[in-house]
C-alpha cells in the first residue's frame, strides 16, 4: 500500500505534457475571447440605448445645421434672386412708390416728424438693480428681447413703472432710444417705420428733414413731459426743422397710440406754460402743414378693455385654448398672464385706449352703429360721403343680430338676449375681501386678489358691460390703476367746450372733450386699413381657478354658425384693421370734425383714407404691399404714395379726397352727437 501511494504521488506531481499544455491554453484564450466579445456587445448594446436627452441634443444639433445652412445659402445668394423668383411666380413688380415717384420729378419739400404708437418704440435701460448687471444702455423693449427669456423676473421687474405714481420705481430708469432707430424695425427683421423711411429717403429726405420723436410710451401722456420733457423737445425740434427748410411747415405722421399722443401735443404746445407749452393759439397754424394719422385709435379701441380686464386679446384667449394652463402657470414656474397683467397695469398709456363716448358712440345693451353688419370679401371704393355701400353685398342670406354694444357679456346667451330679459346685479355694492386661498397659491400678486370670491361672483353675475358700464368695472376690479387713469385721461363727451375744466390736460387726449387748433389751413387726414375682423365684443367665463389666478377669461368654445360669421373664439368683430374698429379710427374725420363743428371750430379739411386688405399673394412677398393690417400697412406702397405726395407739396384734394370702402359714413350718420 505504502508503495501505491508514492507512485500515485508521483503522478500526480507529474508534469503535463506539451500537448496538454497547449490544449488547457487554447481553452483559456478561448473563454477570454469569449469575454472579450461579450464585454464588447453589451457595450455597444449600452451605447446605442437613446435617452431623451440624446433625442432632444440630436433634434436641436439638426435644427441648428440646417438654419445656419440656410442663413449661408440666404447671405450667399444675390440680392436680386428674391425678386426674380417673386416675379417669375407673379410677373414683374411694381416699383417702390419712392422710385415712381422720384420719376415723376418728386423733390423733399416739407420736413416730416414720426410719432410711433405704443409699443413700437425701443427702451433701455440706464440705472436697474443687481440682476441688470451688464444691461446698462442695452434695449429692454425692442431688437431681440433677449433678456426676456434669459432672466425673465428681472425684465418685467424693470419694464414696472411704480404702481402708485405711474413714474420710475426706485433705483430704475428705463428710457426711450432716440433718432430713427428708436422704431425702424420693432425687432430683427419686422419693419415699422422703415420702408417709410427709405422710400422717403429715394426723393431726398435724410435724417436732418426726418424727426422720430421718440417718447416713452408706457407713461401718461403728461408725464412724459414731467419726467423727459418730451413735449419740450418734440416742440423744439419742429420749430427747428421748420426754421432750416426755408418756413416750410411740418407734416406730421403719428401712428396708432401716436394719433392721441399728438392729439395731446396740440392742446398742451398752445396752453401757457407750466401746465403747457407757452406755443400760443397760433402756433399749430405756423408750424404744421398736414396731419397724417395712421390707424388712430380716436376713441379708443374694445381690445384695450380685454387687455386691462384679464390680459387676453384674441390671439391669446385662441392660444390658451389650445394649451390650457400654460399661460397662467408655465413649465418655468412663470404665471406668464399674472406678470403681464401686472406689468401691463402700471403702464399709464394703456388707459388711453379704452373707449371714449360711452354708450352714445359705441351702442347701448340693444342697438350700436354696426348693427347689421356682414363681413365682404371685396369693397367697392366710395368717394361721396353722403353714400355708403350696402351690408353683406357678397353675402347669401341674414345673420343674427350682433349686439356689438355689449363689449363685455357673461355667456352666449346674455350676449343674445334682449337688454329687457337680462336681469343684473350691481356689483359696485358687492363686499370685497382678500381671499385666504391666495395665500397657498404660487401666484404673483394683481388687484384681484384683494376683491375675494364674493367680488368676483359680483362681476360675474352683472352680466353685461356696455362702453359706459365698462368704466364702473375697471375701477372696481383695478382701483389704483384707474385712480392714476382717472387724473391723465377722461372718456366722455363734452357739454361745454368752453367751459374752463377743458383746460386741464386729462382732456387734451380725447377728441370729444377737445377743440382742435384755431388753423384753417392745416389738414387732417384719417388713414386706415379695412377689411379684417377686428375685435369688438367679448363673450367671457369665470375661470375655473378663479381663486389663484385670473378669475376672468374669454370663453373660446362659441363660434358662430357659419364661416362668415362675425363670431369666433368667443369674440365678435366687425370692419377694421385687426386692432382698430373702423368706428374708432374714422368717426371724427368722418363726422365729429368734419366741416365747421364745435370740436373743429375752424373748419380744418379732414379726409378718409381707407386701404383695403389684401394678404401677400406669397411667401416671397413677405408682409405685403397692398396689407391693411394695423402695423402692416406702414408698408403699404398706396399709403405710402399718399405720404410722400403730401410731404412734396400736395394735399388733399390732389390725392383725390376721401377713399372709402367701409360704412363708416353710415355708421357715423347712426351716431347722436351734438355737433
Not at 110 to 120: A, D
Not at 124 to 150: D, M, P
Not at 597 to 614: C, K, L, Q, V, W
Request: net charge negative; hydrophobic share 35%.
Amino acid at each position: 500500500m505504502p508503495l501505491i501511494r508514492r507512485r500515485k504521488a508521483a503522478e500526480a506531481d507529474r508534469a503535463p505534457s506539451s500537448d496538454e499544455k497547449l490544449a488547457q491554453d487554447a481553452s483559456e484564450d478561448e473563454d477570454r475571447k469569449k469575454k472579450e466579445s461579450s464585454s464588447k456587445k453589451k457595450k455597444k448594446s449600452e451605447k446605442n440605448k437613446w435617452s431623451c436627452v440624446d433625442n432632444c441634443c440630436w433634434f436641436v444639433g439638426c435644427v441648428c445645421t440646417i438654419w445656419w445652412l440656410l442663413l449661408f445659402l440666404y447671405n450667399a445668394m444675390p440680392s436680386s434672386f428674391p425678386q426674380y423668383v417673386t416675379e417669375a411666380i407673379t410677373g414683374p413688380l411694381p416699383d417702390p412708390p419712392g422710385v415712381k415717384l422720384k420719376k415723376e420729378g418728386l423733390t423733399a419739400k416739407h420736413p416730416v416728424v414720426f410719432v410711433p404708437g405704443i409699443v413700437t418704440g425701443g427702451l433701455e435701460l440706464w440705472e436697474g438693480h443687481g440682476c441688470s448687471e451688464g444691461l446698462f444702455r442695452k434695449r429692454l423693449w425692442g431688437g431681440t428681447f433677449g433678456e426676456v427669456y434669459k432672466r425673465p423676473l428681472c425684465w418685467v421687474e424693470h419694464m414696472s413703472l411704480d404702481n402708485e405714481t405711474g413714474l420710475d420705481p426706485p433705483g430704475i430708469r428705463v428710457r426711450p432710444v432716440t433718432g430713427l432707430v428708436a422704431a425702424d424695425y420693432f425687432m430683427p427683421g419686422y419693419f415699422v417705420w422703415a420702408v417709410l423711411i427709405a422710400n422717403l429717403a429715394r426723393i431726398g429726405y435724410e435724417e436732418k428733414n426726418m424727426y422720430m420723436a421718440a417718447y416713452d410710451w408706457r407713461l401718461s401722456f403728461q408725464n412724459t413731459e414731467v419726467r423727459d420733457q418730451t413735449l419740450s423737445r418734440i416742440k423744439s425740434q419742429i420749430e427747428i426743422m421748420v426754421a432750416t427748410s426755408g418756413g416750410k411747415k411740418a407734416v406730421v405722421i403719428p401712428h396708432s397710440m401716436g394719433v392721441l399722443y399728438f392729439l395731446h401735443f396740440m392742446k398742451w404746445v398752445e396752453e401757457p406754460a407750466p401746465t403747457g407749452g407757452g406755443g400760443g393759439p397760433d402756433w399749430c397754424s405756423k408750424h404744421i402743414k398736414a396731419i397724417m394719422n395712421i390707424g388712430g385709435p380716436f376713441l379708443g379701441v374694445p381690445k384695450a378693455v380685454a387687455g386691462l380686464f384679464s390680459a387676453e386679446a384674441k390671439d391669446i384667449a385662441a392660444a390658451r385654448a389650445i394649451a390650457p394652463g400654460f399661460l397662467s402657470n408655465d413649465i418655468f414656474r412663470v404665471q406668464t398672464l399674472q406678470h403681464v397683467m401686472k406689468m401691463s397695469r402700471t403702464w399709464d398709456s394703456t388707459m388711453s385706449m379704452i373707449p371714449k363716448g360711452g354708450d352714445t358712440i359705441w351702442g347701448g345693451l340693444d342697438w350700436s352703429p354696426e348693427e347689421g353688419y356682414l363681413p365682404r370679401k371685396r369693397r367697392q371704393r366710395i368717394n361721396d360721403s353722403q353714400a355708403s355701400s350696402e351690408s353683406g353685398t357678397n353675402s347669401s342670406g341674414s345673420q343674427a343680430k350682433v349686439n356689438y354694444g355689449r363689449i363685455i357679456s357673461f355667456g352666449k346667451d346674455v350676449a343674445d338676449s334682449p337688454g329687457s330679459e337680462i336681469e343684473m346685479i350691481d356689483f359696485r355694492d358687492a363686499v370685497k375681501g382678500r381671499n385666504l386661498a391666495n395665500t397657498t397659491c404660487r401666484d404673483v400678486w394683481t388687484e384681484y386678489h384683494d376683491m375675494g370670491i364674493e367680488g368676483i361672483r359680483a362681476v360675474a353675475e352683472h352680466k353685461v358691460y356696455s362702453a359706459e358700464a365698462v368704466l364702473d368695472l375697471l375701477h372696481f376690479v383695478a382701483p389704483k390703476m384707474m385712480a392714476r387713469g382717472s387724473a391723465h385721461f377722461s372718456y366722455g363727451i363734452a357739454d361745454d367746450l368752453d367751459d374752463p375744466k377743458y383746460k386741464h390736460y386729462k382732456y387734451w387726449s380725447n377728441p370729444l372733450e377737445t377743440k382742435l387748433p384755431n388753423a384753417s389751413d392745416i389738414e387732417i387726414f384719417s388713414m386706415y386699413g379695412v377689411g379684417i375682423p377686428t375685435e369688438r365684443a367679448y363673450i367671457y367665463k369665470l375661470s375655473p381657478s378663479a381663486e389663484c389666478y385670473i378669475p376672468f377669461q374669454i370663453d373660446t368654445s362659441f363660434e358662430g354658425e357659419d364661416e362668415d360669421s362675425c363670431l369666433k373664439d368667443g369674440v365678435y368683430t366687425v370692419d377694421g384693421d385687426e386692432t382698430v374698429p373702423v368706428l374708432s379710427a374714422g368717426f371724427m374725420c368722418a363726422k365729429g370734425w368734419r366741416g365747421k363743428t364745435r370740436f373743429n371750430p375752424s373748419g380744418i379739411r379732414t379726409y378718409n383714407r381707407e386701404y383695403d386688405h389684401a394678404p401677400p399673394a406669397n411667401l416671397l412677398e413677405g408682409r405685403g404691399t397692398q396689407s391693411g393690417s394695423h402695423v402692416d400697412v406702414m408698408g403699404n406702397f398706396a399709403l405710402i404714395e399718399d405720404i410722400i405726395r403730401v410731404a412734396a407739396g400736395a394735399n388733399g384734394e390732389d390725392l383725390g379726397g376721401d377713399q372709402v370702402y367701409s360704412d363708416i359714413f353710415k355708421w357715423s350718420e347712426k351716431i347722436n352727437l351734438a355737433l
